[in-house]
Protein backbone atom coordinates (compact mmCIF):
# COMPACT_ATOMS: atom_id res chain seq x y z
CA UNK A 1 0.00 0.00 0.00
CA UNK A 2 1.46 3.18 -0.66
CA UNK A 3 1.83 6.02 1.92
CA UNK A 4 0.77 9.57 1.14
CA UNK A 5 2.66 11.88 1.19
CA UNK A 6 0.02 14.58 0.62
CA UNK A 7 -3.46 15.24 1.01
CA UNK A 8 -5.48 14.47 -1.28
CA UNK A 9 -7.01 17.02 -3.52
CA UNK A 10 -9.60 17.15 -6.30
CA UNK A 11 -9.41 20.42 -7.59
CA UNK A 12 -6.26 22.64 -8.55
CA UNK A 13 -5.76 26.22 -6.62
CA UNK A 14 -7.76 28.09 -10.10
CA UNK A 15 -10.49 25.69 -9.93
CA UNK A 16 -11.39 26.00 -6.20
CA UNK A 17 -11.14 30.09 -6.68
CA UNK A 18 -13.60 30.03 -9.67
CA UNK A 19 -16.24 27.06 -8.00
CA UNK A 20 -16.33 28.76 -5.00
CA UNK A 21 -16.61 32.39 -7.09
CA UNK A 22 -20.05 30.50 -9.00
CA UNK A 23 -21.06 28.91 -5.60
CA UNK A 24 -21.35 32.18 -4.16
CA UNK A 25 -22.94 33.63 -7.18
CA UNK A 26 -25.43 30.55 -7.42
CA UNK A 27 -26.12 31.19 -3.23
CA UNK A 28 -26.96 35.15 -3.83
CA UNK A 29 -28.28 35.57 -7.46
CA UNK A 30 -29.87 32.05 -8.75
CA UNK A 31 -31.31 30.00 -5.90
CA UNK A 32 -33.27 33.28 -4.49
CA UNK A 33 -34.83 33.88 -7.63
CA UNK A 34 -35.26 30.62 -9.75
CA UNK A 35 -38.65 30.03 -8.00
CA UNK A 36 -39.80 33.28 -9.29
CA UNK A 37 -38.18 32.43 -12.71
CA UNK A 38 -39.06 29.20 -13.26
CA UNK A 39 -43.06 29.71 -11.38
CA UNK A 40 -43.70 32.58 -14.25
CA UNK A 41 -41.81 30.69 -16.84
CA UNK A 42 -39.61 33.99 -17.52
CA UNK A 43 -36.24 34.55 -19.29
CA UNK A 44 -33.84 35.45 -16.19
CA UNK A 45 -32.42 38.12 -18.34
CA UNK A 46 -30.70 40.04 -14.81
CA UNK A 47 -28.93 36.68 -13.80
CA UNK A 48 -27.21 36.41 -17.48
CA UNK A 49 -26.30 39.89 -17.33
CA UNK A 50 -24.54 38.99 -14.60
CA UNK A 51 -22.93 35.91 -15.90
CA UNK A 52 -22.01 37.94 -19.12
CA UNK A 53 -20.08 40.26 -16.35
CA UNK A 54 -18.24 36.96 -14.36
CA UNK A 55 -17.18 35.81 -18.05
CA UNK A 56 -18.84 32.51 -17.81
CA UNK A 57 -19.81 32.60 -21.82
CA UNK A 58 -16.12 32.18 -22.28
CA UNK A 59 -14.87 29.86 -19.80
CA UNK A 60 -13.38 27.57 -22.22
CA UNK A 61 -12.64 29.91 -25.34
CA UNK A 62 -9.09 30.58 -25.30
CA UNK A 63 -7.48 34.02 -24.15
CA UNK A 64 -7.01 35.30 -27.39
CA UNK A 65 -10.27 35.52 -28.07
CA UNK A 66 -11.27 37.37 -24.83
CA UNK A 67 -12.17 34.10 -23.25
CA UNK A 68 -10.88 32.32 -19.85
CA UNK A 69 -9.14 29.52 -21.30
CA UNK A 70 -10.03 27.01 -19.00
CA UNK A 71 -10.20 23.29 -20.07
CA UNK A 72 -13.24 20.94 -20.05
CA UNK A 73 -12.85 19.72 -16.24
CA UNK A 74 -12.70 23.03 -15.06
CA UNK A 75 -16.01 24.00 -17.16
CA UNK A 76 -17.66 20.66 -16.05
CA UNK A 77 -17.30 22.16 -12.47
CA UNK A 78 -18.88 25.49 -13.06
CA UNK A 79 -21.73 23.64 -14.69
CA UNK A 80 -22.29 21.52 -11.57
CA UNK A 81 -22.20 24.46 -9.22
CA UNK A 82 -25.05 26.36 -11.86
CA UNK A 83 -27.25 23.45 -12.02
CA UNK A 84 -27.30 22.56 -8.18
CA UNK A 85 -28.77 26.60 -8.31
CA UNK A 86 -31.30 26.48 -11.51
CA UNK A 87 -30.61 23.84 -14.16
CA UNK A 88 -31.95 26.21 -16.75
CA UNK A 89 -29.25 28.19 -16.05
CA UNK A 90 -27.00 25.58 -16.91
CA UNK A 91 -29.19 24.84 -20.42
CA UNK A 92 -28.38 28.60 -21.40
CA UNK A 93 -24.56 28.37 -21.45
CA UNK A 94 -24.53 25.12 -22.83
CA UNK A 95 -24.95 25.41 -26.29
CA UNK A 96 -23.19 27.86 -26.04
CA UNK A 97 -20.27 25.98 -24.81
CA UNK A 98 -21.13 23.58 -27.45
CA UNK A 99 -20.61 25.76 -30.59
CA UNK A 100 -17.67 27.65 -29.13
CA UNK A 101 -16.21 23.96 -28.74
CA UNK A 102 -17.23 23.24 -32.56
CA UNK A 103 -15.48 26.61 -33.74
CA UNK A 104 -12.49 26.11 -31.71
CA UNK A 105 -12.28 22.57 -33.09
CA UNK A 106 -12.98 22.65 -37.01
CA UNK A 107 -13.85 26.06 -37.37
CA UNK A 108 -11.77 28.27 -39.73
CA UNK A 109 -9.33 31.24 -38.65
CA UNK A 110 -11.97 33.67 -40.44
CA UNK A 111 -14.77 31.90 -38.61
CA UNK A 112 -13.11 31.50 -35.09
CA UNK A 113 -12.09 35.56 -35.45
CA UNK A 114 -15.60 36.50 -36.17
CA UNK A 115 -17.30 34.67 -33.65
CA UNK A 116 -15.35 33.75 -30.72
CA UNK A 117 -14.36 37.13 -29.47
CA UNK A 118 -18.09 38.19 -28.91
CA UNK A 119 -19.18 34.50 -27.82
CA UNK A 120 -17.02 35.14 -25.20
CA UNK A 121 -18.14 37.83 -23.83
CA UNK A 122 -21.57 37.21 -24.60
CA UNK A 123 -22.58 39.69 -26.87
CA UNK A 124 -24.10 36.90 -29.31
CA UNK A 125 -24.95 33.59 -27.63
CA UNK A 126 -24.87 29.89 -29.50
CA UNK A 127 -27.44 27.22 -30.29
CA UNK A 128 -26.96 23.70 -31.51
CA UNK A 129 -29.76 21.89 -33.73
CA UNK A 130 -29.83 18.34 -34.96
CA UNK A 131 -33.17 17.35 -33.62
CA UNK A 132 -36.59 17.46 -35.61
CA UNK A 133 -39.56 16.95 -35.21
CA UNK A 134 -39.45 13.34 -36.63
CA UNK A 135 -35.82 12.72 -35.89
CA UNK A 136 -34.50 12.71 -32.66
CA UNK A 137 -31.74 9.79 -31.63
CA UNK A 138 -31.23 8.66 -35.20
CA UNK A 139 -29.10 11.62 -36.33
CA UNK A 140 -28.78 10.35 -39.66
CA UNK A 141 -32.94 10.05 -40.47
CA UNK A 142 -32.67 14.06 -40.75
CA UNK A 143 -34.51 16.13 -43.36
CA UNK A 144 -33.83 19.37 -43.18
CA UNK A 145 -31.34 19.98 -46.17
CA UNK A 146 -29.45 22.53 -47.97
CA UNK A 147 -28.68 23.12 -51.42
CA UNK A 148 -26.15 24.90 -53.02
CA UNK A 149 -27.33 27.98 -55.43
CA UNK A 150 -25.91 29.08 -59.04
CA UNK A 151 -24.44 32.20 -57.10
CA UNK A 152 -22.65 29.45 -54.74
CA UNK A 153 -24.53 30.29 -51.96
CA UNK A 154 -26.09 27.43 -49.90
CA UNK A 155 -30.07 27.55 -49.63
CA UNK A 156 -31.81 25.72 -46.68
CA UNK A 157 -34.77 24.42 -46.24
CA UNK A 158 -36.50 22.64 -43.05
CA UNK A 159 -37.62 21.90 -39.58
CA UNK A 160 -35.73 22.21 -36.56
CA UNK A 161 -37.37 21.07 -33.31
CA UNK A 162 -36.57 21.44 -29.36
CA UNK A 163 -33.85 24.18 -30.37
CA UNK A 164 -32.49 25.39 -26.74
CA UNK A 165 -32.01 29.07 -26.79
CA UNK A 166 -33.44 28.73 -30.22
CA UNK A 167 -35.26 31.98 -29.92
CA UNK A 168 -32.56 34.36 -28.10
CA UNK A 169 -29.75 32.76 -29.62
CA UNK A 170 -27.56 34.98 -32.27
CA UNK A 171 -25.77 32.10 -34.36
CA UNK A 172 -27.25 28.21 -34.94
CA UNK A 173 -25.11 25.25 -35.36
CA UNK A 174 -27.41 23.45 -37.83
CA UNK A 175 -26.91 20.16 -39.03
CA UNK A 176 -28.18 19.84 -42.46
CA UNK A 177 -28.30 16.84 -45.46
CA UNK A 178 -26.21 18.32 -48.51
CA UNK A 179 -26.28 14.95 -50.40
CA UNK A 180 -29.44 12.27 -50.28
CA UNK A 181 -27.65 10.00 -51.68
CA UNK A 182 -24.52 9.70 -49.99
CA UNK A 183 -23.47 6.58 -48.91
CA UNK A 184 -23.44 5.74 -46.04
CA UNK A 185 -25.96 8.74 -44.96
CA UNK A 186 -23.83 10.26 -41.85
CA UNK A 187 -21.57 11.68 -45.16
CA UNK A 188 -23.88 13.66 -47.03
CA UNK A 189 -24.62 15.83 -43.80
CA UNK A 190 -23.12 18.97 -43.29
CA UNK A 191 -22.99 22.12 -39.99
CA UNK A 192 -23.73 25.30 -41.24
CA UNK A 193 -23.62 28.30 -38.81
CA UNK A 194 -26.41 30.37 -39.06
CA UNK A 195 -26.85 33.69 -37.72
CA UNK A 196 -29.83 35.41 -37.11
CA UNK A 197 -31.40 38.26 -34.65
CA UNK A 198 -31.84 37.34 -31.44
CA UNK A 199 -35.05 37.32 -29.96
CA UNK A 200 -36.45 38.11 -33.58
CA UNK A 201 -39.45 35.11 -34.43
CA UNK A 202 -38.96 36.13 -38.24
CA UNK A 203 -35.92 37.32 -39.56
CA UNK A 204 -35.59 39.80 -42.54
CA UNK A 205 -33.04 41.31 -44.56
CA UNK A 206 -29.92 39.49 -44.83
CA UNK A 207 -31.34 36.88 -42.30
CA UNK A 208 -34.31 36.36 -43.90
CA UNK A 209 -35.90 32.55 -44.15
CA UNK A 210 -35.48 31.83 -40.49
CA UNK A 211 -38.28 31.94 -38.36
CA UNK A 212 -39.13 30.84 -34.82
CA UNK A 213 -41.95 29.85 -33.90
CA UNK A 214 -43.54 30.55 -29.86
CA UNK A 215 -41.85 28.55 -27.49
CA UNK A 216 -42.83 24.94 -26.98
CA UNK A 217 -44.51 24.52 -23.39
CA UNK A 218 -42.35 22.21 -20.93
CA UNK A 219 -43.02 20.58 -17.23
CA UNK A 220 -39.92 21.98 -16.23
CA UNK A 221 -36.35 23.63 -17.88
CA UNK A 222 -38.36 26.58 -17.61
CA UNK A 223 -37.31 30.02 -18.18
CA UNK A 224 -34.71 29.09 -21.10
CA UNK A 225 -36.60 28.57 -24.05
CA UNK A 226 -36.83 25.44 -26.51
CA UNK A 227 -38.07 26.20 -29.72
CA UNK A 228 -38.95 25.10 -33.51
CA UNK A 229 -36.65 26.76 -36.03
CA UNK A 230 -38.34 27.21 -39.20
CA UNK A 231 -35.70 27.71 -43.01
CA UNK A 232 -37.15 28.20 -45.81
CA UNK A 233 -35.10 29.93 -48.72
CA UNK A 234 -32.44 30.61 -46.16
CA UNK A 235 -29.33 31.76 -47.66
CA UNK A 236 -25.70 30.62 -46.40
CA UNK A 237 -22.59 31.87 -47.61
CA UNK A 238 -20.41 28.95 -48.65
CA UNK A 239 -18.08 30.50 -45.53
CA UNK A 240 -20.11 30.11 -43.60
CA UNK A 241 -20.11 25.89 -43.37
CA UNK A 242 -18.39 25.12 -40.36
CA UNK A 243 -14.46 24.59 -41.33
CA UNK A 244 -15.20 25.84 -44.73
CA UNK A 245 -16.66 24.61 -47.96
CA UNK A 246 -13.64 22.00 -48.82
CA UNK A 247 -12.79 21.11 -45.63
CA UNK A 248 -16.54 21.14 -44.17
CA UNK A 249 -18.95 19.50 -46.38
CA UNK A 250 -19.94 16.06 -45.59
CA UNK A 251 -18.39 16.38 -42.35
CA UNK A 252 -20.92 17.91 -40.64
CA UNK A 253 -22.28 14.35 -38.74
CA UNK A 254 -18.49 13.47 -37.16
CA UNK A 255 -18.08 17.45 -36.07
CA UNK A 256 -21.64 17.14 -34.47
CA UNK A 257 -21.11 13.62 -32.66
CA UNK A 258 -17.46 15.18 -31.19
CA UNK A 259 -19.00 17.96 -30.09
CA UNK A 260 -22.21 15.72 -28.29
CA UNK A 261 -19.27 13.80 -26.37
CA UNK A 262 -18.31 17.19 -24.62
CA UNK A 263 -21.99 17.83 -24.42
CA UNK A 264 -22.37 14.63 -22.82
CA UNK A 265 -20.08 15.21 -19.81
CA UNK A 266 -22.04 18.34 -19.41
CA UNK A 267 -25.29 17.12 -19.21
CA UNK A 268 -23.81 14.22 -16.59
CA UNK A 269 -22.41 17.40 -14.52
CA UNK A 270 -25.79 18.48 -14.54
CA UNK A 271 -27.19 15.64 -12.85
CA UNK A 272 -24.43 15.69 -10.48
CA UNK A 273 -25.31 19.40 -9.93
CA UNK A 274 -28.91 18.70 -9.33
CA UNK A 275 -28.76 15.51 -7.36
CA UNK A 276 -26.33 17.72 -5.43
CA UNK A 277 -28.95 20.25 -4.37
CA UNK A 278 -31.40 17.68 -3.45
CA UNK A 279 -29.28 16.17 -0.79
CA UNK A 280 -28.64 19.24 0.53
CA UNK A 281 -32.21 19.87 0.92
CA UNK A 282 -33.17 16.78 2.35
CA UNK A 283 -30.26 17.16 4.75
CA UNK A 284 -32.30 20.24 6.01
CA UNK A 285 -35.47 19.08 6.03
CA UNK A 286 -34.70 15.67 7.47
CA UNK A 287 -33.12 17.89 10.91
CA UNK A 288 -36.04 20.03 10.78
CA UNK A 289 -39.53 17.29 10.06
CA UNK A 290 -40.04 15.85 13.39
CA UNK A 291 -42.17 12.39 13.41
CA UNK A 292 -42.81 10.31 16.14
CA UNK A 293 -40.90 12.73 19.02
CA UNK A 294 -37.81 12.96 17.34
CA UNK A 295 -36.36 14.23 13.53
CA UNK A 296 -36.75 11.78 10.99
CA UNK A 297 -32.98 11.92 10.21
CA UNK A 298 -32.72 10.25 13.69
CA UNK A 299 -34.93 7.32 11.96
CA UNK A 300 -32.78 5.24 10.32
CA UNK A 301 -34.76 4.38 6.90
CA UNK A 302 -34.18 7.52 6.56
CA UNK A 303 -30.53 7.60 7.43
CA UNK A 304 -30.48 4.69 5.08
CA UNK A 305 -31.72 6.75 2.24
CA UNK A 306 -29.59 9.79 3.12
CA UNK A 307 -26.29 7.34 2.52
CA UNK A 308 -27.59 5.82 -0.31
CA UNK A 309 -28.27 9.52 -2.08
CA UNK A 310 -24.52 11.02 -1.08
CA UNK A 311 -22.85 7.87 -2.47
CA UNK A 312 -24.60 7.42 -5.30
CA UNK A 313 -23.98 11.61 -5.89
CA UNK A 314 -19.96 11.13 -5.12
CA UNK A 315 -19.89 8.04 -7.78
CA UNK A 316 -21.53 10.53 -10.18
CA UNK A 317 -19.58 12.80 -9.56
CA UNK A 318 -16.40 10.93 -9.94
CA UNK A 319 -17.22 9.48 -13.22
CA UNK A 320 -18.27 12.40 -14.46
CA UNK A 321 -14.44 14.27 -13.63
CA UNK A 322 -12.74 11.29 -14.98
CA UNK A 323 -14.41 11.77 -18.44
CA UNK A 324 -13.35 15.14 -18.25
CA UNK A 325 -10.29 14.86 -17.73
CA UNK A 326 -10.06 12.05 -20.58
CA UNK A 327 -11.12 14.46 -23.02
CA UNK A 328 -8.33 17.29 -21.59
CA UNK A 329 -6.08 14.97 -21.74
CA UNK A 330 -6.35 13.91 -25.44
CA UNK A 331 -7.54 10.44 -24.83
CA UNK A 332 -10.37 8.88 -26.34
CA UNK A 333 -13.54 8.96 -23.77
CA UNK A 334 -16.40 8.32 -25.89
CA UNK A 335 -16.98 5.60 -23.42
CA UNK A 336 -16.51 7.01 -20.15
CA UNK A 337 -18.68 10.05 -21.75
CA UNK A 338 -21.85 7.74 -21.73
CA UNK A 339 -21.26 6.27 -18.96
CA UNK A 340 -21.00 9.41 -17.26
CA UNK A 341 -24.26 11.21 -19.06
CA UNK A 342 -25.82 7.06 -17.98
CA UNK A 343 -25.05 6.97 -14.29
CA UNK A 344 -25.38 11.22 -13.32
CA UNK A 345 -28.64 11.59 -15.07
CA UNK A 346 -30.49 8.76 -13.45
CA UNK A 347 -28.54 9.62 -10.26
CA UNK A 348 -29.64 12.77 -10.42
CA UNK A 349 -33.33 11.55 -11.22
CA UNK A 350 -33.15 8.87 -8.31
CA UNK A 351 -31.67 11.38 -5.87
CA UNK A 352 -34.51 14.26 -6.48
CA UNK A 353 -37.01 11.62 -5.91
CA UNK A 354 -35.34 10.89 -2.29
CA UNK A 355 -35.18 14.12 -1.41
CA UNK A 356 -39.42 14.56 -2.94
CA UNK A 357 -39.57 11.32 -0.66
CA UNK A 358 -38.05 12.60 2.38
CA UNK A 359 -39.86 15.94 1.93
CA UNK A 360 -43.24 14.12 2.52
CA UNK A 361 -46.40 16.29 1.35
CA UNK A 362 -44.57 19.38 1.26
CA UNK A 363 -42.44 17.80 -1.59
CA UNK A 364 -46.08 18.39 -3.53
CA UNK A 365 -46.23 22.23 -2.53
CA UNK A 366 -44.70 24.99 -5.12
CA UNK A 367 -43.65 26.34 -1.84
CA UNK A 368 -40.14 24.00 -1.78
CA UNK A 369 -37.31 23.95 -3.92
CA UNK A 370 -37.76 19.96 -4.69
CA UNK A 371 -40.82 20.22 -6.30
CA UNK A 372 -38.74 22.49 -9.33
CA UNK A 373 -36.08 20.19 -8.95
CA UNK A 374 -38.76 16.88 -9.32
CA UNK A 375 -40.31 18.32 -12.57
CA UNK A 376 -36.29 18.98 -13.90
CA UNK A 377 -34.63 16.29 -13.27
CA UNK A 378 -36.15 14.00 -16.36
CA UNK A 379 -35.31 16.27 -18.91
CA UNK A 380 -31.32 15.38 -17.75
CA UNK A 381 -32.49 11.82 -19.37
CA UNK A 382 -32.91 12.85 -22.95
CA UNK A 383 -30.87 15.18 -24.04
CA UNK A 384 -27.58 14.64 -25.22
CA UNK A 385 -28.97 11.16 -26.33
CA UNK A 386 -31.05 9.35 -24.24
CA UNK A 387 -30.51 7.09 -21.48
CA UNK A 388 -30.84 3.53 -24.00
CA UNK A 389 -28.87 5.40 -26.16
CA UNK A 390 -25.48 6.22 -23.91
CA UNK A 391 -26.56 1.84 -23.31
CA UNK A 392 -25.91 1.54 -27.02
CA UNK A 393 -22.58 3.57 -26.98
CA UNK A 394 -21.34 1.65 -23.95
CA UNK A 395 -22.32 -1.60 -25.40
CA UNK A 396 -20.64 -1.04 -28.96
CA UNK A 397 -17.46 0.32 -27.48
CA UNK A 398 -17.05 -3.01 -24.75
CA UNK A 399 -17.12 -5.08 -27.59
CA UNK A 400 -15.20 -3.39 -29.38
CA UNK A 401 -12.43 -3.34 -27.12
CA UNK A 402 -12.96 -6.70 -26.08
CA UNK A 403 -13.65 -8.69 -29.79
CA UNK A 404 -13.07 -12.07 -29.67
CA UNK A 405 -10.71 -12.76 -32.57
CA UNK A 406 -12.07 -16.88 -33.27
C1 LIG B 1 -35.78 20.15 -23.00
C2 LIG B 1 -35.10 19.63 -24.24
C3 LIG B 1 -34.08 20.36 -24.83
C4 LIG B 1 -33.47 19.90 -26.00
N1 LIG B 1 -32.51 20.67 -26.61
C5 LIG B 1 -32.03 20.28 -27.83
C6 LIG B 1 -31.13 21.13 -28.56
O1 LIG B 1 -30.73 22.21 -28.09
N2 LIG B 1 -30.73 20.75 -29.81
C7 LIG B 1 -31.14 19.56 -30.36
O2 LIG B 1 -30.73 19.26 -31.47
N3 LIG B 1 -31.99 18.73 -29.68
C8 LIG B 1 -32.43 19.07 -28.44
N4 LIG B 1 -33.32 18.24 -27.78
C9 LIG B 1 -33.78 17.02 -28.40
C10 LIG B 1 -33.19 15.78 -27.78
O3 LIG B 1 -31.83 15.67 -28.13
C11 LIG B 1 -34.02 14.58 -28.25
O4 LIG B 1 -35.31 14.69 -27.67
C12 LIG B 1 -33.37 13.26 -27.88
O5 LIG B 1 -32.23 13.04 -28.63
C13 LIG B 1 -34.35 12.07 -28.07
O6 LIG B 1 -34.91 12.11 -29.34
P1 LIG B 1 -36.50 11.95 -29.54
O7 LIG B 1 -37.15 12.85 -28.55
O8 LIG B 1 -36.81 12.14 -30.96
O9 LIG B 1 -36.80 10.46 -29.10
P2 LIG B 1 -36.73 9.18 -30.07
O10 LIG B 1 -35.44 9.16 -30.80
O11 LIG B 1 -37.98 9.14 -30.87
O12 LIG B 1 -36.74 8.02 -28.99
C14 LIG B 1 -37.94 7.63 -28.32
C15 LIG B 1 -37.60 6.46 -27.38
O13 LIG B 1 -37.08 5.37 -28.14
C16 LIG B 1 -35.81 4.98 -27.63
N5 LIG B 1 -34.96 4.55 -28.76
C17 LIG B 1 -34.70 5.22 -29.91
N6 LIG B 1 -33.88 4.51 -30.69
C18 LIG B 1 -33.61 3.35 -30.02
C19 LIG B 1 -32.81 2.20 -30.31
N7 LIG B 1 -32.10 2.09 -31.44
N8 LIG B 1 -32.76 1.21 -29.37
C20 LIG B 1 -33.45 1.31 -28.22
N9 LIG B 1 -34.22 2.37 -27.89
C21 LIG B 1 -34.29 3.38 -28.78
C22 LIG B 1 -35.26 6.20 -26.94
O14 LIG B 1 -34.29 5.85 -25.95
C23 LIG B 1 -36.52 6.79 -26.35
O15 LIG B 1 -36.80 6.13 -25.14
C24 LIG B 1 -33.89 18.66 -26.57
C25 LIG B 1 -34.90 17.92 -25.94
C26 LIG B 1 -35.51 18.39 -24.80
C27 LIG B 1 -36.61 17.58 -24.16
Not at 188 to 195: H, K, L, V
Not at 277 to 300: C, D, M, N, V, W
Amino acid sequence: MAVATQSYEEKTDIQKDITEMVRQFVDEQIIPNAEHYDHEDEFPEPIVEQMKELGLFGVTIPEEYGGMGLDLTTYTMIVEELSRGWISISGVVNTHFIGSYLLMKFGTDEQKDYFLPKMATGEIRAAFSLSEPEVGSDVQGIKASAKRDDDGNWILDGQKMWVTNGLRSGVVFALMKTDKDADPPHTGMTCFITEKVPGEHKNTGEYEGLEVPPQIKKMGYKGVESTELVYSGYKCAPDRILGGEEAGLGKGFAQMMDALEVGRVNVAARGVGIAQRALELALRYSQERKTFGKPIAQHQAIQFKLADMATKLEAARLVTLKAARMKDAGQRSDLEAGMAKLLASETGKEVVEDSFRIHGGYGYSKEYEIERLYREAPMLMIGEGTADIQRMIIGRRLLEEYKLRL
